[in-house]
RNA sequence: GGGGGCUUAGCUCAGCUGGUUCAGAGCAUCUGCCUUACAAGCAGAGGGUCACUGGUUCGAACCCAGUAGCCCCCA
């Protein structure tokens, strides 16, 4: 059979994916094996896989197949996540394709076309992934907003709020006028900007004319926001500032409303900062909002959902804030009241998904109390630390203890249709109880447990009466209810967040009634792989909800990935158009490659800087290793008798040779396995294969072009190349399996993909190879001189250790072309020498031999050695060093002298030989 | 403004608890080869004051301090 030059991966990839699926060797079923578990970080469902997927998935399928091969019981949990304002956002712009506006249509008519949405688009991902070569039990494939996962969102919520730790609360939230929704804080992107600062006078009123004798008219207060002008409630200067103590507790004149407010004094007023006059909005900022509790000032939202001014304004009614603000500083401005305006860089607030800016407003939503689930829940925290959860790379320990340090609380009410509904029940008063059915709150009600509606939530009521009315469901259940009430359900749905923080166990049920044999198999999970980005987001809330559901870690180790870049630094996106389609390169390079290029250069938690050539290296690399199987398959066999004692014996050495390589290779591949360092086991693979396996090994049991292969050399090549690629399967999947089955013909023991891992074992003999030292000698000469491999050389070896070359003799004699070895013959008289280690090597060499540049050489390395040996001479006759260094330390020195003596010596003969 | 991290060959990065036969890898570069497994290849080579300054030490890429530059997170 004549096998082409090239690895074709397309033709096998998709083969051997349906045999593994076909063969269920993804499933996990659980048993008396040691289980490995790894839940996928679910993606969006409707989301297409971008490169930083295929870095994440690669990393998670290696660990698991390498897992599977150990034979412990792989299960890698597949999934997608609703992701709630990211779907929405997409199914309200379809539908606005359509000529649909949300606000025409229900809830459940919402809800209808965005299912239908999510089961047209959703889990392309995960197609995708397959491509990959992803071995997750599909069969487990769940989705967050399914029925089970939504329930336990829902019993977890309820549960959480009798317990105290989720609470309905009227606190200054972020808005995010294009999504319509609240977000919490870590939804917000805050983004440098360049931005206007305006000087506004607020004039004084007739009273405070008068304390100062009308000598001065009004004051300037700077800022970034105009447009809220109109929610102003106060003017607040550090009561340290003397430009203004005269003027505490004086009136100023709000601008365009003509409000009459206070100005109060604070410490936390920046003297520095503008004018040092801050004008106070509580409905519009954290601080104000702060500053107004603690003075009782008014609070004026001036905003509406929209980002529009509200009526409550009293002016610019119904304008957009933006052009509302470029409107009043015309204004103002022709009203002379902007004396200056100064351009500063500040930080301006965005929208994760949506990127609009996020406006601060004052509402009731629902919270999860994070101070107290903290105290409640150390371990959050300390097991980090300690390492019970060991993060990779452990610098993001201190991201995370930071950041739980200083938490506050979580938001976790969106004010969206996609997503569990929060089981919140209301009369027509606003008193409200939490329940999972509308019966059971009804039954809350007539029990009286429900609480009493919170001061500020009359948006809130508002809005459910305007949209919930007309799709409330009663429940028909057997009558019992006391309709006496109408209660509506809360229209918010949670956080999705909220539903990912349970995953890791809601994929086993571990929050379901019933059977949970699965659960207890499987959890807690053994690696989780993610990026840094959703650290807290996803993983710290992850361990929260592990402690606080069943006083369990989620998993045991945290893999961070890097962040995809292009090779200029730059984050991939759409809009860059810098981010390459994996499915394309895919289909071009192969899964395997594609697998290669992303693991070679991203160590855990550095960013990874995508080149293509890197992809190609691994395209590259399947092709060496299709090569050293067409080599191994092309021979022709004989009986070991038809060839002779010395061949057989090279190829034996060669044997030894290479086993000992390989598992000193195993013990670090294994060792880089426990510190997370995969692209540094790819590495070593990577070197075992090309260099050790390919360019020695096979070069070294290679016969003669023509001549055929004794049968135990075959037999130990292929077991070698078996090895290689068993070593290689959990990163090369395909290329490792295709090849396996060709080479026992299609009939191996066991597929790959369950073949066994190898071991650590330092029981290993080592082989003393220095004789090949010579090889490269001889091949730097060649290329030195310019001479074809083709001219066979005679060498001479001045040793006391003969065996040791003779031993490789035939392989000297095939790799180096060369033709004798004489040993501790004299020297001739025109030769090259060399040192190996002490013992000289001379090789005859008639023709225009450079004696002086030889010499140069020689010499060089006299005064290199001669100064080395100084320096080991200065350590050893120093007392100090001798008093302080460990014993080992020294005994490597003093060996080093020796070494170097005898080395000093032989050059001093060479050279003196030569001047003869 | 607060916190964390980084700076080692042209590029991307390894260098564990300080001991110069440890300054290393891959890629890139250069030289010579189409040697019937592979030019997606073979053989060989050249590249670094380990950011800078000072300190600790018998000894510093590694520990400490300061300086400069870059990055990330948080407010």
Same mark, same amino acid.
């Given at each position: 059979m ?7 991966? %397309?033709q ?11 063969n ?15 839940v996928?970080?679910p993606?969006n469902?409707?989301g297409?896989l ?7 998935n690669t +990393?998670q399928d290696v660990?698991i197949?390498?897992a599977?091969?150990?034979g412990?019981n792989?299960c890698?949990?597949? !999934?997608?996540d609703?992701a709630?304002?990211a779907?929405e956002?997409?199914?309200v712009k379809?539908l606005?394709?359509?000529?649909i ?6 809830r ?11 089961n047209k ?14 071995s997750?039990d ?6 967050t907003?399914?029925e089970?996962?939504?329930?336990a969102?829902i019993?977890v919520f309820i ?6 730790l989720?609470?309905?609360g ?11 929704t609240t @977000?919490s804080?870590e ?7 360049n931005?206007?600062?305006y000087?506004?006078?607020?004039l004084?009123?007739e009273q405070?004319?008068?304390t100062?004798?009308n000598?001065i008219?009004g ?10 002008i109109m929610?102003?409630v ?7 500032d003397e430009?203004?103590?005269e003027?505490i507790?004086?009136?100023v004149?709000? =601008? ?5 407010? &206070?100005?109060?004094a604070d410490?936390y007023?920046?003297i520095e900062f !503008?004018t ?7 409905a519009h900022?954290e601080?104000?909002?702060k500053?107004?509790?603690k003075y009782?000032l ?5 905003l509406?959902?929209?980002g ?6 009293g002016a610019?009614?119904?304008m957009?804030?933006f ?5 009043i500083v015309?204004?103002l401005?022709?009203q002379?009241?902007i004396?200056?305006?100064?351009q500063?860089k500040?930080t ?9 800016v996020?406006?601060k407003?004052?509402s ?27 993060f990779?790379?452990?610098k993001?320990k201190?991201v995370?203890?930071?950041w ?5 609380d979580w938001?976790i009410s969106?004010?969206l249709?996609?997503? %569990?509904r929060?089981p919140?029940w209301y ?9 999972k059915?509308e019966?059971e709150?009804h039954a809350l ?8 509606? @919170?001061a500020d939530?009359?948006?809130?009521i508002?809005r459910?009466?305007?949209q919930d009315t007309?799709n ?8 019992h +209810?006391n309709?006496?009430r ?8 949670l956080?999705t967040?909220?539903?990912s923080w349970?995953?890791p166990?809601?994929?086993?049920? !571990?929050l379901?009634? !019933?059977?949970k044999?699965d659960? %207890?198999y499987?959890y807690?999970?053994?690696? @989780?792989?993610?990026? =840094?980005d959703i650290i807290?987001?996803?993983?710290a809330?992850m361990v929260?909800?592990?402690y606080?559901l069943n006083?369990?870690k =989620?998993?045991?180790?945290v893999?961070?990935t ?5 090779k200029l ?14 499915m394309?390169l895919?289909?071009k390079?192969g899964a ?16 990874? @800087?995508?080149?293509?050539?890197n ?7 399947c092709?060496k290793?299709?090569?050293?199987y067409?080599?191994i398959?092309?021979?022709q066999?004989v009986?070991?008798?038809a060839?002779?004692a010395?061949i057989?014996?090279?190829n034996?050495l060669?044997n030894?040779?290479?086993?000992m390589?390989?598992q000193t ?5 294994? %060792?880089?396995?426990?510190?997370y360092?995969?692209?540094?086991a ?13 360019s020695?090994y ?9 001549? =055929?292969?004794n049968?135990?050399t075959?037999?130990q090549?292929k077991?070698?190349?078996? &090895?290689?690629l068993?070593?290689l399967?959990?990163?090369m999947?395909?290329?490792t ?5 060709v ?5 191996p023991t066991k597929?790959?993909?369950v ?9 290993i003999a ?8 010579i ?5 730097n000469i ?5 001479l074809?491999p083709?001219v066979?050389?005679?060498?001479i070896?001045?040793?006391e ?16 072309n060369?033709?004798?070895?004489l040993y501790?013959a004299?020297k ?5 020498t060399t ?5 000289e090597i001379f090789i005859?060499?008639?023709?225009a031999i450079?004696?002086?540049a ?7 390395e006299l005064?290199?050695?001669e100064g080395f040996l &100084? ?8 007392d100090?060093?001798?008093s302080n ?17 005898e080395?000093?010596?032989k050059?001093k ?8």
């Amino acid at each position: 059979m004549e096998l082409d030059k090239h690895y074709s991966p %397309q033709q096998v990839e998709d083969k051997w994916y349906s045999y593994w699926m076909d063969n269920g060797f993804f499933d996990s079923t659980p048993d008396e094996r040691e289980p490995y578990t790894i839940v996928m970080p679910p993606p969006n469902v409707t989301g297409v896989l971008h490169m930083g997927h295929m870095l994440n998935n690669t +990393i998670q399928d290696v660990l698991i197949r390498k897992a599977r091969m150990e034979g412990k019981n792989a299960c890698w949990v597949p !999934g997608t996540d609703h992701a709630s304002i990211a779907t929405e956002a997409k199914v309200v712009k379809m539908l606005a394709e359509k000529g649909i506006k949300k606000s025409d249509i229900t809830r459940e008519e919402f809800l209808g076309y965005a299912w239908e949405w999510k089961n047209k688009y959703g889990g392309i991902i995960l197609e995708q992934l397959k491509k990959l070569g992803a071995s997750c039990d599909w069969k487990r494939t769940r989705f967050t907003m399914e029925e089970d996962l939504s329930n336990a969102v829902i019993d977890v919520f309820i549960k959480m709020y009798k317990d105290g730790l989720i609470y309905r609360g009227t606190k200054i939230v972020n808005w995010d006028p294009a999504g319509k929704t609240t @977000l919490s804080d870590e939804e917000v992107i805050y983004k440098e900007n360049n931005s206007n600062l305006y000087y506004v006078t607020y004039l004084f009123t007739e009273q405070t004319k008068k304390t100062f004798n009308n000598e001065i008219g009004g004051l300037q207060v700077a800022t970034t926001r105009p447009e809220t002008i109109m929610g102003d409630v106060a003017i607040c200067v550090n009561p340290n500032d003397e430009r203004y103590k005269e003027l505490i507790g004086k009136t100023v004149i709000v =601008p365009v409303v003509n409000r009459v407010v &206070k100005v109060i004094a604070d410490e936390y007023i920046d003297i520095e900062f !503008g004018t040092g006059c801050l004008k106070v909005t509580p409905a519009h900022d954290e601080n104000d909002y702060k500053i107004g509790e603690k003075y009782n000032l008014e609070i004026i939202d001036v905003l509406d959902d929209d980002g529009k001014i509200h009526e409550r304004a009293g002016a610019y009614v119904g304008m957009d804030r933006f052009a509302c603000r470029k409107q009043i500083v015309k204004d103002l401005e022709e009203q002379g009241l902007i004396t200056k305006t100064e351009q500063i860089k500040n930080t301006v607030g965005h929208s994760e998904r949506t990127d609009a800016v996020i406006e601060k407003k004052i509402s009731t939503q629902w919270f999860v109390n994070m101070q107290d689930y903290m105290k409640r829940y150390p371990q959050v925290l300390s097991d980090v630390m300690n390492d019970e959860i060991s993060f990779h790379p452990s610098k993001f320990k201190n991201v995370y203890k930071h950041w739980l340090d200083n938490i506050k609380d979580w938001n976790i009410s969106r004010q969206l249709w996609w997503g %569990q509904r929060i089981p919140a029940w209301y009369d027509e008063k606003g008193n409200y109880v939490v329940a999972k059915t509308e019966a059971e709150a009804h039954a809350l009600f007539n029990n009286n447990a429900y609480k009493a509606p @919170l001061a500020d939530n009359s948006n809130l009521i508002e809005r459910h009466t305007n949209q919930d009315t007309q799709n409330v469901q009663h429940s028909t259940d057997e009558g019992h +209810i006391n309709t006496l009430r109408n209660l509506t359900q809360d229209a918010d749905v949670l956080d999705t967040w909220f539903s990912s923080w349970l995953w890791p166990i809601s994929v086993f049920d !571990g929050l379901k009634e !019933g059977d949970k044999k699965d659960y %207890q198999y499987y959890y807690p999970t053994n690696d @989780l792989v993610t990026g =840094p980005d959703i650290i807290f987001f996803w993983v710290a809330r992850m361990v929260m909800a592990g402690y606080a559901l069943n006083g369990q870690k =989620p998993f045991s180790n945290v893999y961070f990935t890097g962040i995809v870049r292009d090779k200029l630094r730059r984050k991939m996106s759409k809009s860059l158009g810098n981010s390459p389609e994996p499915m394309d390169l895919i289909a071009k390079f192969g899964a395997d490659g594609v697998r290669m290029g992303m693991l070679l250069s991203s160590p855990a938690g550095n960013d990874i @800087l995508f080149d293509e050539t890197n992809v190609e290296q691994g395209r590259n690399f399947c092709n060496k290793i299709w090569n050293a199987y067409r080599l191994i398959a092309g021979w022709q066999i004989v009986k070991d008798e038809a060839v002779s004692a010395d061949i057989i014996a090279s190829n034996a050495l060669a044997n030894q040779w290479f086993e000992m390589k390989y598992q000193t290779a195993v013990n670090d591949i294994l %060792q880089a396995f426990e510190d997370y360092k995969l692209s540094e086991a790819l590495m070593t693979i990577y070197k075992l294969i090309w260099d050790d396996f390919c360019s020695w090994y096979l070069e070294m049991v290679k016969p003669v072009y023509g001549e =055929p292969i004794n049968e135990s050399t075959l037999t130990q090549a292929k077991n070698n190349l078996e &090895k290689v690629l068993t070593l290689l399967h959990p990163f090369m999947p395909f290329i490792t399996e295709e090849l396996y089955h060709v080479l026992y013909e299609g009939q191996p023991t066991k597929p790959m993909i369950v073949n066994a891992y190898p071991k650590m074992d330092n029981s290993i003999a080592s082989i003393d190879d220095r004789a090949l030292q010579i090889i490269t000698e001889i091949r730097n000469i060649r290329n030195n001189k310019g001479l074809s491999p083709k001219v066979a050389f005679e060498v001479i070896i001045k040793t006391e250790q003969e065996a040791i070359y003779k031993a490789w003799e035939t392989t000297i004699g095939k790799l180096a072309n060369v033709s004798a070895i004489l040993y501790n013959a004299a020297k001739p008289e025109k030769c090259l020498t060399t040192l190996i280690g002490t013992d000289e090597i001379f090789i005859p060499f008639a023709e225009a031999i450079d004696e002086a540049a030889e010499m140069k050489k020689m010499q060089e390395e006299l005064t290199y050695l001669e100064g080395f040996l &100084k320096s080991v001479d200065a350590k050893l006759n120093n007392d100090r060093f001798v008093s302080n260094a460990k014993p080992d330390v020294i005994e490597k020195e003093k060996q080093k002298r020796a070494d170097a003596l005898e080395k000093i010596e032989k050059l001093k003969h060479s050279l003196t030989q030569n001047n003869n």
